[in-house]
């Protein structure tokens, strides 16, 4: 018999006909007349009741249906008699596919923290609390494709071992073969990575950007859409060492425009989100953050605040004067730590920002330099309970300009000669940002902590899974 899927029978429309359904048990609860299981397949956040007649089945089989255990049932659809479900299945027969000793079983019963459900990643998702997750996820995935697949811009596949560590977006992971006890050696005594693998030095990518402003120098508009690694010792709840990041690039943007996009891009996936996903985000705002549908909606209603650095530092400058304590100190020049950032959002301006203007000692080598000389066409999208969402430029199009600020970066030219290609051939005035997925999630899901919005998060010591 085809399996029906417990989304699908929920709504109703196979009522009074044999359905097979297949799940794992939730709970049992029950009398010495008839046993009540609570049947999750993933498909959506609710449970199906199984009602199951003790008279007709055996209790040694019965008794193997505990909390964990996968199980197939066959019966008929009905409508329920009891209060919290519409529709329930009349077992007729039951088949466990497999058992799940209770006595060492870690998911019993509810109120788990996140923390213990962080030890044992394996089996989270199925809590109600990471199918809900995971279920936002993917449909974030997909909302994201069909903005950019709606737009024209093609899904571009940026490699993910690099050559080039001049990004200067956080420390590498390095990828080599080499036998680490003890490597071959040059003359000099250093490590001779011309017999490494790929005959160089090479690290897991930071960011996928350099490469897709090749493509859109050629295709028009691109976005990648990948994981990226940075090997940065920063424990904090919006840090992970191995994150998936979406990178638009598009020729012929500017930076007005590329706040344009960014601002476009994360509404249509809020909404996107509050479309498809509201079963599952209920869920998350009644157990997590009861504001959530609230900011979600906030949001989408007005337009995102766009303010320069300089004038950022100004409020902040006078927050400070008004009896504001912040940990870092804040002064024109300084790089905005996420308290700052959060200040502007939460505090200040009570809507997101974009925040553009900053000074090019604390941006990468590749934005555009204002006429000022001293600031870049850089723009981050700071939001309320995140900071830092979004992190983006107008490139440098000028490939004079471009070598003497990568000169005065310290990025050697030998390194970057495929990448100053795109200036010496056929430059054009473009733009791009990169988003964190994983940040995206923070926001939608409402969840505090980095680690609870990936499956098997990596993080400094912790790559068990
Ligand atoms: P932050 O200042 O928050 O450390 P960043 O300025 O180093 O971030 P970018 O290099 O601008 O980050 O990367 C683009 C985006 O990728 C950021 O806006 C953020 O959403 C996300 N991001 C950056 N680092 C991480 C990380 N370690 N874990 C998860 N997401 C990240
Ligand atoms: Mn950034």
Redesign the pocket.
Known sequence: MKRTKIADALRGELVSQEINIKGWVRTKRGNKAVNFIALNDGSTIHNIQIVADLAQFDAALMAQITTGACISVIGKLVESQGSGQSVEVQASAIEIYGTADPTTYPLQKKGHSLEFLREIAHLRPRTNTFGAIYRIRHHMAIAIHTFFHNKGYYYFHAPLITGSDCEG??QMFQVTTLNQDCPPRTKEGEVDYRKDFFGRHTSLT??GQLEGEMAAMAMGGIYTFGPTF?A?N?NTP????E?W?IEPEVAFLEIEENMDLAEEFIKYCVQWALDNCMDDISFLGDHFDKELVSRLQFVLEKPFVRLSYTEGIRILEEAVKNGTKFEFPIYWGADLA?EHERYLVEEHFKTPVIMTDYPKEIKSFYMKLNEDGKTVRGM?VLFPKI?????GSEREADYDKLVARAQEMGVPEKDIWWYLDSRRYGTAPHSGF???F??LLLFVTGMSN?RDVIPFPRTPNNAEF
């Open positions: 977006a956080g930071v960011s940075r940065e920063s919006r840090h992970l060492a994150f990041m996420s981050d900071g830092e969402i979004i992190g990169g988003l964190g994983e940040r980095i």
